[in-house]
């Protein structure tokens, strides 16, 4: 908007108002209501009708006002608004809006736009209706509390949140998981967004619902790579969770010592371990081979900087098969199995070490 255009039903561009602006209880506009750099004390617009189509039915960019009311939540009057509701860098003490409908036409713009604004506080709460592709867009605002109602939120698509503050947040919307169907409610993934509302929650003493923030933000980041970049995503988000859950590699590992003591376990059952001296042998008056611990060796094959002695003098034999009885069943144990488990096993011990090192460390965190 650049001031008063065509169709002006009321033009205030720059009035300073020592009290309130009424535009209440059965007014009626058709044209755009011009308050561009105006300031006044109130703003009322209870059971106000502004009418545009397709254009501002009312432009207070730059605005000045103490409260701000679209709607009256204590009666009958509705805010009614057929256009763009223009609030853009202005400068508030409380915007409230409720008992409100933002009408129009697909594919025109309408509804409530806030890009920029600072305020002490936003209150959108029910009931709010936003028509036919109507927005409500915060980008850039800078707000002390948000306090909102999900029956106030605009269709998918239709919300635009990218760089807003706000140091509070509260509403019937509790929870992260209902916070992250707010966001999802963009046009795109905008990251700030993630962070602010991770931050925000993080500071009221929900950490949890944090975290659930940050990893949902990973999981779209990562989903924008292609194929590869999704297997890697699934991969770091099952492992450390991005990072935010280092310890998540500590059950992982356990899984797989827990699965090795099985395997080496059946695999002394059937005897297809074999001693074995790697290097420098010594003469067989002197052979003494330390006795085979299926755990400590499942150990020692996992954890890449421990020598447990174990693997040094144990390893399976590819050609050897036997067999065992387990659970009241024949089991049938090739070595060559057992020798390519134990392979997957060293190589998924220095995996999740790197990553839980890199976890803890923070080199492996989203935003």
């Not at 029956?151 to 140091?167: E, I, M, N």
Request: charged residues 15%; contains cysteine.
């Amino acid at each position: 908007m650049g001031g008063p255009g065509e169709n002006v039903a009321l033009n205030a561009w720059g009035a300073e108002v020592a009290g309130d602006v009424l535009l209440n209880y059965g007014f009626e506009s058709d044209g755009e209501v011009n308050l561009w750099e105006s300031t006044a004390k109130n703003l009322m617009c209870m059971g106000g009708r502004f009418m545009n189509p397709g254009k501002a039915v009312i432009d207070a960019t730059n605005c000045r006002i103490d409260t701000v009311q679209l709607g009256d939540p204590e009666s009958n009057w509705t805010f009614e608004a057929d256009g763009l509701v223009n609030f853009a860098g202005a400068n508030l003490g409380v915007l409230r809006v409720q008992n409100a409908r933002f009408l129009g036409t697909a594919y025109q713009q309408h509804g409530l736009l806030a890009l920029g604004v600072k305020a002490n506080a936003l209150l959108m709460l029910d009931p709010i209706s936003f028509q036919n592709g109507a927005i409500l867009n915060l980008a850039g605002a800078k707000l002390g509390a948000l306090v909102d109602s999900q029956k106030s939120w605009p269709a998918s698509g239709d919300l635009q949140l990218d760089r807003l503050t706000y140091d509070t947040l509260s509403g019937d919307a509790a929870t992260a998981k209902d916070r992250l169907r707010w966001l999802a409610l963009q046009p795109a993934f905008f990251p700030q967004t993630y962070r602010q509302l991770a931050n925000v929650l993080a500071e009221s003493g929900d950490d949890t619902g944090a975290t659930q923030v940050r990893i949902a933000a990973e999981d779209l980041r990562y989903s924008r790579y292609g194929l590869v970049g999704r297997i890697w995503g699934a991969f770091l988000k099952y492992t450390i969770a991005y990072g935010h859950r280092p310890l998540l590699t500590v059950m992982w590992s356990l899984a797989v010592m827990l699965l090795g003591w099985a395997v080496v376990s059946l695999a002394k059952a059937t005897s297809v371990m074999r001693p074995t001296y790697p290097e420098n042998t010594p003469p067989n008056e002197e052979l003494h081979y330390q006795e085979l611990h299926p755990l400590l060796y499942s150990l020692d094959v996992f954890l890449p900087f421990v020598n447990l002695h174990q693997e040094h003098y144990w390893w399976p034999d590819g050609d050897a098969w036997g067999n065992c009885v387990l659970f009241r069943r024949s089991v049938s144990v090739r070595g060559s199995v057992v020798e390519y488990y134990l392979w997957a096993q060293i190589i998924a011990g220095w995996i999740l070490s790197a990553i839980f090192v890199a976890g803890v460390t923070g080199l492996i965190k989203g935003d």
